[in-house]
Structure formats: structure tokens, C-alpha cells
């Protein structure tokens, strides 16, 4: 089946600074979503991009399908941001058209 | 429109005991995914339904059950509770098009513990 790995596993960022978060995958993808765990475990939407690029606010992600990676940009970082961030994929070729794969996600720390 | 909501919030259980956890979808989805996550790892795929039927299953085994309701809503049982079931347990809803799945939404989780 498809792997998903994210990097880096951990980040701890100064409030205002800017990051970039990776998630490579191994195979073409029809779906693929950012999500923002809360301390509660709520999974937030961020994004929908199997491929692309788009922009909410301070998150922006891009997603390069041919070379089997996505990108999220947090810019102007706030403690708010601290969570963990999941990188989740599905593929129509594996028959997986509903199951998303998820990475083991990013773990970001925002200090004050 | 109404957001994806789970049922209870969390629960104890004791092992060889047997749970059933609710999700109720948002409207105008038509499909429920389930997904186990233990602590300090991604979600796991679990199953999903579409218009009541199951409609793909990852790594579990038969003791993990499920249904969906003509309104779309969800169960998932779990008969012979164990120790390693204890996780948080999240249900997600979409709208399944001809081309494939649209985004999936989340509820907030049943965190369950066995003892």
C-alpha cells in the first residue's frame, strides 16, 4: 500500500517565526488533506490538495503530485498553532479510493 | 450545517466487555469512515460505509463491527474489549462523488480506556 512519511517528527518555533512542514508519499494520490490535532484531539480541516496550491490566512500548502510531495507553510507563527499537524492520503490505485493513510505527524510547539 | 458529532465523549470499559460508539454525520454526507488512534500515532483506517454498506476495512479484526442508518449516521461495536483497544476513536463523514471522495470531516472523538 501507499506510504506517507512527514518531516521533520518534531519543531519547536519563537511565536512570529515561519515554518515549512514536508509529507512525501509513494504513489499517485487522489486525495490528499492537512489536518491540525488540537490538544483535545479534534482533527481540524486545513486543506483538501491532492494537487496544487492554495492559501488560508497564514497556512498555505502546495501539493507537487508528479514528484509525490506536499508542503505546509505556517507563516507568523502563534502559540495557537501548537498541535500536531497530519499529512492523510487516498489512492484509487490501491482501490483505497475511501481510506485515508495518514503520516505520523508533525508535532509543533509554538512558544511565547 | 451541522458538523460531524460523536457519541459519548469518553468511556471505561473493563476487558472482554463489549462498546458501542455513535457518529452522527453532516448534512448532505452520505459516507462514514472510522478510524482508531492510539496515543502518539496517526488515525488508523478501520472501516467505511456507504449508503449502509461497508465499503472497504483496514487491519482490524471481525470483533470490530459497524452499521450505518438510512439518516447516515454510524456505530461502530467492538465485541471482547482489550487492553490495546483503548485509544481515541474517530469518525469522519463525506460526500462520495462518480470521481472519488470529496473531503473528509472529522467528529471530535470517544476516547475510550480498558481496564
Known amino acids: 500500500g501507499i506510504q506517507v512519511e512527514q518531516s521533520p517528527p518534531d519543531l519547536i518555533l519563537q511565536e512570529g517565526a515561519n515554518s515549512t512542514l514536508r509529507c512525501n508519499f509513494s504513489?499517485?494520490?487522489?486525495?490528499l488533506q492537512w489536518f491540525h490535532q488540537n490538544p483535545w484531539g479534534q482533527l481540524i480541516n486545513l486543506f483538501y490538495?491532492?494537487?496544487g496550491t492554495k492559501q488560508n490566512g497564514r497556512l498555505s500548502a502546495t501539493t507537487v503530485a508528479t514528484e509525490r510531495y506536499s508542503l505546509l507553510y505556517i507563516s507568523s507563527s502563534q502559540t495557537t498553532d501548537s498541535g500536531v499537524y497530519f499529512c492523510?492520503?487516498?489512492?484509487?490505485?490501491?482501490?483505497?479510493?475511501?481510506?485515508?493513510?495518514f503520516g505520523q505527524g508533525t508535532e509543533l510547539s509554538v512558544k511565547p | 450545517e451541522t458538523g460531524v458529532t460523536q457519541s459519548p465523549t469518553h468511556l471505561i470499559k473493563t476487558r472482554g466487555q463489549q462498546v458501542t460508539l455513535r457518529c452522527s454525520s453532516q448534512s448532505g454526507h452520505n459516507t462514514v469512515s472510522w478510524y482508531q488512534q492510539a496515543l502518539g500515532q496517526g488515525p488508523q483506517f478501520i472501516f467505511q460505509y456507504y449508503r449502509e454498506e461497508e465499503n472497504g476495512r483496514g487491519n482490524f479484526p471481525p470483533r470490530f463491527s459497524g452499521l450505518q442508518f438510512p439518516n447516515y449516521s454510524s456505530e461502530l461495536n467492538v465485541n471482547a474489549l482489550e487492553l490495546d483497544d483503548s485509544a481515541l476513536y474517530l469518525c469522519?463523514?463525506?460526500?462520495?462523488?462518480?470521481?472519488?471522495?470529496?473531503?473528509?470531516?472529522f467528529g471530535p472523538g470517544t476516547r475510550l480506556l480498558v481496564l
Open positions: 504513489d499517485s494520490v487522489n486525495n
Open positions: 469522519a463523514s463525506s460526500l462520495a462523488l462518480a470521481g472519488g471522495q470529496e473531503t473528509q470531516y
Open positions: 492523510a492520503v487516498s489512492s484509487l490505485i490501491y482501490n483505497q479510493g475511501g481510506k485515508l493513510i
Open positions: 490538495i491532492p494537487s
